[in-house]
Nanobody, 123 residues
Framework: QLQLVESGGGLVQFGGSLRLSCAAS????????IAWFRQAPGKEREGVSC????????NYADSVEGRFTISRDNAKNTVYLQMNSLKPEDTAVYYC????????????????WGQGTQVTVSS
């Protein structure tokens, strides 16, 4: 069974950068589309970015387009989210999730989830 573990979160100042990692075990990550979601206190879970299993297709939420980059290294069973020009409104718990099939920013399509990693951006 696929298991996901996020890492790389932390506290960063406005305009700073972080790189999140999503490491998989129990199955081959390259078989899955992977997405990053985030959830801030009192808000709904929001799709941030997703990447097709082959890595040839990516999708971004408007709020992060041009600032965040998703990538994957299937040989390392890991997906990354490079986050640049961070803003206080990016503060949230970030989750990675996996599904068979197409890439989507809708959380309801995803079957496997990590435990999340906290990202806090100070102003």
């Amino acid at each position: 069974q696929l298991q996901l573990v996020e890492s790389g979160g932390g506290l960063v100042q406005f305009g700073g950068s972080l790189r999140l990692s999503c490491a998989a075990s129990g199955s081959t990550l390259g078989n899955y589309a992977i997405a990053w979601f985030r959830q801030a206190p009192g808000k709904e879970r929001e799709g941030v970015s997703c990447i097709k299993s082959s890595g040839t297709t990516t999708n971004y939420a408007d709020s992060v387009e041009g600032r965040f980059t998703i990538s994957r290294d299937n040989a390392k069973n890991t997906v990354y989210l490079q986050m640049n020009s961070l803003k206080p409104e990016d503060t949230a718990v970030y989750y990675c999730a996996a599904r068979w099939g197409f890439c989507s920013l809708y959380y309801g399509y995803y079957d496997a989830w990590g435990q999340g990693t906290q990202v806090t951006v100070s102003s």
